[in-house]
């Protein structure tokens, strides 16, 4: 049997930091301080911390729970494209192929 691979743990985390912060800066930009400062008052209550100067961190199985969510994510989108581009007699799956399995994988996703 052939040993399936997996995405890099440290990629996925550095992008779903990359997204943290871009997210952060948006609602600063969009008068997310409001809600943030409900948010903070929330948090008065509880932790004693603002959300906004609270560090965002990933569990390490959420990490690799993530990874393995996005190897299989790939791999049936391929399959699926390829089943598509088999079935016209192609043999190269093109951005088409892509197109026309997307929605339905996302729904069973």
Known sequence: MEK???FDSD???AIFK??????SLERERNGGTD???SEFLLDQAGAGTSKKNRPTSANANALKLSCELLRVFVTEAVQRAAAIAEAEGVSKIEATHLERILPQLLLDF
């Open 4 to 6: 399936e691979t997996t």
């Open 11 to 13: 990629l996925i985390h």
């Open 35 to 37: 809600a943030m400062e």
């Open 18 to 23: 990359h997204i943290w912060t871009r997210r």
